[in-house]
């Protein structure tokens, strides 16, 4: 398939009939890129020197080419096609040939057969400004050279009879060199059916080296003796379920009637092999041919159909942007994992809130909030106490304690960054008898430490740390607090005097 428009000109077009060039700075000045078929009729070729093509036809317009506009639009194509097959590869390997391959392995039936499917496909395109040539055979190299070489907009090669379909085609139909092509013809290799006969040692030793390889290698291809892999854009989900509708629907109401139907219909695919959705995407496919979608994170496998119906309203359902009506609906689990089974207690009460509402709750909360602001603390190794700690996205499962043999005193609530104080009657080696913090001055009644917690040499560290001795302090009040004291006393860092901290509270 060969779209030769974006669904979306951001120029103006040309007038009706009149030849049109998109070009492109070439090795040796500015060459045609892309042509409209009233240039092609007028003898003009893509690669020709822009400049011959004027003095040619002196009323050609130009215009300079964005190919990477025009590869966006191909994926936004891409993606629309999704509607026809779960594997889309984009084909960008002969430049002016680009297009899409679909693989629709035991799929065509479900669009009313083969035939009916290429007809709806070309219709829709057509629908949506992009004209197209349209192919199906048993390989992809196949379907490649029918799609761009044969007299048909619409090409349906019978299973089986592939070498009958490409003899009568250009051997540019193997997707080729231009140096092998040229070698090709100056042996009088015109079509591709003039290499059947030939030996395939013999060919491959006719034009020597890499090329001869390359010829017998596409020839393989085309006729299915060798296979050839496609790269999707998208990996195909494991588990989608769809429906087509016979009118466009308009509005969410509409959406949301089909939606428990799909969610059952995905439920039980998942179901039936023990696995629960952990990344969920509903895609509209647009009249207009573009796609609407959103995408929902699960914090623990599901396959229950209520709660992904409520975690896609908590998403945003009203959000898809459903254009001038879609024609089809698509839900699918992204990624999916193994669904553990849970084992309630005997003691368990019989209204207590089941194991999976935790992962219910959490979900819904990323889903309104977004993933990256439901986030849980674990315990991380080191030496440095505010550094012990780091965020993981949130789930049901517990989290493993940490592995320690002591049970050193540490407050409810760590300070992100410590925060200074500054301290009254300080001792050498001991606390301070008062300190101040946030302006407010604390007596100290009672004090518990030192807990001597050394540099982190071993990590890399902008700036360098100085020996810490931490304290459990109690004011008059009754709060207990943790400071520490960065520095000793003339034993390091002799030109900086040791500072004093609160690393957190304990109540």
């Given at each position: 398939m060969r779209p030769t428009g974006s669904p979306q000109p951001q120029r103006p077009p040309p007038p009706d009939g009149a030849p049109f060039a998109?070009?492109?700075?070439?090795?040796?000045?500015?060459?045609?890129?892309?042509?409209?078929?009233?240039?092609?009729?007028?003898?003009?070729?893509?690669?020709?020197?822009?400049?011959d093509a004027c003095a040619m036809l002196p009323r050609l317009i130009s215009a300079p080419a964005e190919q990477d506009r025009d590869l966006a639009a191909l994926k936004r194509l891409a993606l629309w096609a999704e509607r026809f097959s779960p594997s889309v590869a984009i084909d960008i390997l002969m430049p002016g040939f680009e297009g899409l391959f679909l693989d629709m392995t035991g799929?065509?039936?479900l669009f009313g057969g083969e035939a009916a499917m290429l007809a709806d496909l070309r219709r829709r395109l057509a629908r949506a400004?992009?004209?197209?040539?349209?192919?199906?055979?048993?390989?992809?190299?196949?379907?490649?050279?029918?799609?761009?070489?044969?007299?048909?907009?619409?090409?349906?090669?019978?299973?089986?009879?592939?070498?009958?379909?490409?003899?009568?085609?250009?051997?540019?139909?193997?997707?080729?060199e231009a140096k092998a092509l040229a070698l090709l013809k100056k042996f009088g290799l015109k079509s591709i059916g003039d290499l059947y006969g030939l030996p395939r040692?013999?060919?491959?030793?006719?034009?020597?080296?890499?090329?001869?390889?390359?010829?017998?290698?596409?020839?393989?291809?085309?006729l299915g003796f060798s296979n050839e892999v496609l790269d999707p854009e998208r990996p195909p989900p494991s588990y989608r379920v769809w429906t087509p509708f016979a009118e466009p629907v308009i509005d969410?109401?509409?959406?949301?009637?089909?939606?428990?139907?799909?969610?059952?219909?995905?439920?039980?695919?998942?179901?039936?092999?023990?696995?629960?959705?952990r990344r969920l995407r509903l895609t509209g496919f647009r009249v207009d041919g573009r796609v609407?979608?959103?995408?929902?994170?699960?914090?623990?496998?599901?396959?229950?159909?209520?709660?992904?119906?409520?975690?896609?309203?908590?998403?945003?359902?009203?959000?898809?942007?459903?254009?001038?009506?879609?024609?089809a609906l698509m839900l699918s689990a992204e990624r999916a994992e193994t669904l553990e089974a849970r084992q309630a207690r005997m003691d368990e009460a019989a209204d207590a809130a089941p194991p999976q509402a935790l992962a219910a709750l959490i979900d819904r909360l990323q889903a309104r909030l977004g993933e990256?602001?439901?986030?849980?603390?674990?315990?991380?190794?080191?030496?440095?106490?505010?550094?012990?700690?780091?965020?993981?996205?949130?789930?049901?499962?517990?989290?493993?304690?940490?592995?320690?043999?002591?049970?050193?005193?540490?407050?409810?609530?760590?300070?992100?960054?410590?925060?200074?104080?500054?301290?009254?009657?300080?001792l050498p080696d001991g606390v301070p008898a008062r300190f101040i913090w946030r302006r407010v001055s604390r007596r100290v009644v009672k004090a518990e430490g030192p807990e001597r917690l050394g540099a982190e040499w071993w990590t890399l560290d902008a700036r360098p740390q100085r020996t810490r001795d931490y304290y459990c302090v109690e004011d008059e009040n009754g709060r207990r607090y943790w400071l520490y004291r960065e520095g000793l006393y003339g034993r390091e860092d002799a030109d900086r005097a040791p500072s004093w901290w609160i690393a957190g509270v304990f109540a």
């Open positions: 998109l070009i492109e700075k070439g090795v040796h000045g500015l060459t045609l890129h892309a042509l409209n078929a009233a240039a092609r009729g007028a003898g003009l070729w893509r690669g020709q020197a822009h400049a799929g065509a039936h400004g992009i004209e197209a040539c349209l192919a199906m055979a048993d390989t992809p190299a196949a379907a490649w050279a029918l799609a761009r070489f044969s007299d048909r907009a619409e090409t349906l090669a019978p299973a089986g009879g592939m070498r009958e379909a490409l003899g009568r085609l250009p051997v540019e139909g193997l997707r080729l040692a013999g060919l491959a030793r006719r034009f020597r080296g890499e090329i001869g390889f390359r010829v017998v290698e596409r020839l393989d291809q085309a969410m109401a509409g959406v949301g009637v089909h939606l428990p139907g799909l969610a059952e219909a995905l439920c039980g695919q998942l179901s039936r092999d023990g696995r629960g959705a609407t979608l959103i995408e929902a994170g699960l914090s623990a496998p599901a396959a229950t159909p209520t709660h992904l119906i409520r975690l896609l309203r908590e998403k945003g359902l009203e959000r898809l942007d459903l254009g001038f009506g879609i024609d990256p602001a439901v986030r849980r603390a674990h315990f991380k190794e080191s030496w440095v106490p505010e550094r012990s700690e780091a965020w993981t996205p949130a789930g049901p499962e517990p989290l493993a304690p940490p592995e320690r043999d002591d049970a050193r005193l540490r407050p409810i609530l760590l300070f992100e960054a410590p925060e200074p104080v500054q301290t009254l009657a300080e």
